[in-house]
Structure formats: C-alpha cells, structure tokens
C-alpha cells in the first residue's frame, strides 16, 4: 500500500514538474534503507538466517513507510494535495479479517496440500468481498465495473 502511494506521489510530482522536490527526500531514505539493512542484518544474523531476512524486511518496510509518510506531507506542501485515508480503512478491515479466517482454517482443514491451498483461496476471497460488502467498501460503480470486467448481463 505504501509502495503504490510513494510510486503515485512520484508521478504526481513528475506531472507537475518537479521531480527535484521529491528526489532531494529520496536520496536520504535510500541512505536510511542501507544502514536499517546492514545493523538489522548483522544484530539479527545471531539468531538465524531467517531473523536476517527479517531484519532486512523491517527495514524495507520502515525506510517505505517514512517514505510514503514524508512523500504525502512534500505534496501536501507543495502540490496542495490532500490525502484520504478513509478508503484504505476497509479494505484493511477486510483484508484482516480474511487474514483472520485463512490462518483459522490452515489449522482446522487437513488434507491434500494443493486442494487446501485453493478453497483457502476460493473461501479467503469470499471472506473479503463479503466484510467489504457489509462495511459498505463495494458500492454500485465497483457492481457495474466487476460485471463490465466478467461480462455478467
């Protein structure tokens, strides 16, 4: 979710003219990134190689998330745009709570690992379009797109 933010603050202030603005806040972020990896790597690589690659997700994701934080706060200053969180609240929820149900159903269903895999998969989508239905996430315009993008009549 970050990722796609930053990537769109990006654009936005490529459209506008002035990838300097956001390039000079960058530079040190990818400094940031460099040195999470190298003491999270190291401090963590005591305990197991996969507590290594830990470290090197944390720092991924903490130099992304002050990236896309400090990129929103340069287009507010800059660009005068505004950010609304509210849309990305639901799908959190939902994503959650299927998150929730596919972890409760690994324990529960037995059998064939790939069958497993794909009605955890079929149930988890289930799940989500349902929460998002019911916190009112998917509303007429997303029906007429999905039924565009299926060809449903």
């Known amino acids: 979710i970050v990722a796609a933010q930053a990537d769109l603050f990006a654009s936005l202030f490529y459209?506008?003219?002035?990838?300097k603005e956001y390039f000079?806040?960058?530079?040190?972020?990818?400094?940031?990134?460099?040195?999470?990896?190298?003491v999270l790597i190291?401090?963590?690589?005591?305990?197991?190689?996969?507590?290594?690659?830990?470290?090197?997700?944390?720092?991924?994701?903490?130099s992304w998330l002050?990236?896309?934080?400090?990129l929103n706060g340069l287009a507010r200053k800059k660009?005068?745009?505004?950010?609304?969180?509210?849309?990305?609240?639901?799908?959190?929820?939902?994503?959650?709570?299927?998150?929730?149900?596919?972890?409760?159903?690994?324990?529960?269903i037995q059998g064939p690992e790939i069958v497993s895999i794909l009605f955890m998969t079929v149930i988890?989508?289930?799940?989500?379009?349902?929460?998002?239905f019911l916190l009112g996430g998917i509303n007429r315009e997303d029906y007429s797109v999905l039924k565009l993008v299926l060809r449903i009549k």
């Open 15 to 19: 459209a506008e003219e002035k990838p």
């Open 24 to 38: 000079s806040f960058l530079v040190p972020i990818i400094l940031l990134n460099v040195f999470l990896n190298f």
């Open 42 to 62: 190291i401090f963590l690589s005591k305990f197991g190689l996969i507590w290594a690659i830990c470290g090197a997700a944390i720092a991924t994701i903490v």
């Open 66 to 70: 002050i990236y896309g934080i400090g």
């Open 79 to 108: 660009l005068g745009i505004r950010t609304n969180y509210s849309v990305m609240v639901k799908p959190l929820i939902a994503s959650f709570v299927m998150l929730a149900s596919i972890y409760l159903l690994k324990k529960i």
């Open 124 to 132: 988890g989508a289930l799940i989500y379009f349902l929460v998002m």
